[in-house]
Nanobody
Framework: VQLQAFGGGLVQPGDSLTLSCAAG????????MGWYRQGAGRERELVAV???????NYGDSVKGRFTISRDNAKKTVYLQMNNLKPEDTAIYYC?????????????WGQGTLVTVSS
């Protein structure tokens, strides 16, 4: 499975930005797609993830500002980011985890840079 992310860029504080990530290839029916990020000098952290069943989980720092959604038919996950802050500056990585009988796979996208600066 290949994950291709789109949508990073340079924005100002308070702006909005939408990231998308499309999975190429067949994916398992039971899966979780989402986003992690890594800022300079920081560890990779959870941003948001949504399961194939529709459950979502957000990192504490983005709750109330970011919204994750997905289009299962397109095997695509979206991250709507509102009220962006300089501390949101990071490389955002798309992630797919999937499960089947006696199998568990995890895939990472190449990352897309989001810079929030005035």
């Amino acid at each position: 499975v290949q994950l291709q992310a789109f949508g990073g860029g340079l924005v100002q504080p308070g702006d909005s930005l939408t990231l998308s990530c499309a999975a190429g290839g067949d994916i398992f029916a039971i899966n979780a797609m989402g986003w992690y990020r890594q800022g300079a000098g920081r560890e990779r952290e959870l941003v948001a993830v949504q399961t194939s069943g529709g459950s979502s989980n957000y990192g504490d720092s983005v709750k109330g500002r970011f919204t994750i959604s997905r289009d299962n038919a397109k095997k695509t996950v979206y991250l709507q980011m509102n009220n962006l802050k300089p501390e949101d500056t990071a490389i955002y990585y798309c992630n797919l985890k999937q499960w089947a009988v006696a199998q568990r796979n995890e895939f990472w996208g190449q990352g897309t840079l989001v810079t929030v600066s005035s």
